[in-house]
């Protein structure tokens, strides 16, 4: 198993009568270890979620000198995340986009699902909307203000 570190790096501009221009000093704050090798990284809220070989993980990002990773056993075959609210919308190898409520301080709980034919490629939130890019189908739209009723819009 190929093993991948996450380097969290602080930028520090440190200025002294002998440096020289442009002069710029990176200071390691911590890394992550997962277990498979990373394909996408979302930030939502004080978190970062991570995608690795079909797995969801994450972590706090408030504070970088304790990083703690959580692995979301329950979430699985993940190609594409989107976060709104309380939300994860979640596409996957497994057809369709799942519904997940993220509570913090709880295991995901699966509270929905759309289904839609074709591979999906990307999932993105934007007011209320998500866009799903779709290998077979072109662009998709749903109208999720109400997470339960998704509706298709397009």
Known sequence: MLKSNILITFICFTI???SFSNQVYLTLINDVTVSDEPTDILLYEDKAYIL????????Y??????????SYESITGVTSAAFTGRYAYVAGNFGGIKLYDITKHREPVLKNTISIN????????????LYVVNNDLGLQIYDVNTSDFPLYKN
């Open 16 to 18: 002294t009568a002998n």
């Open 52 to 59: 690795a070989n079909g797995n969801l993980a994450s972590f």
């Open 118 to 129: 074709g591979k999906i490629k990307k999932i993105v939130i934007d007011n209320g909307y």
């Open 61 to 70: 990002t408030s504070d970088p000198y304790k990083i703690n990773l959580t």
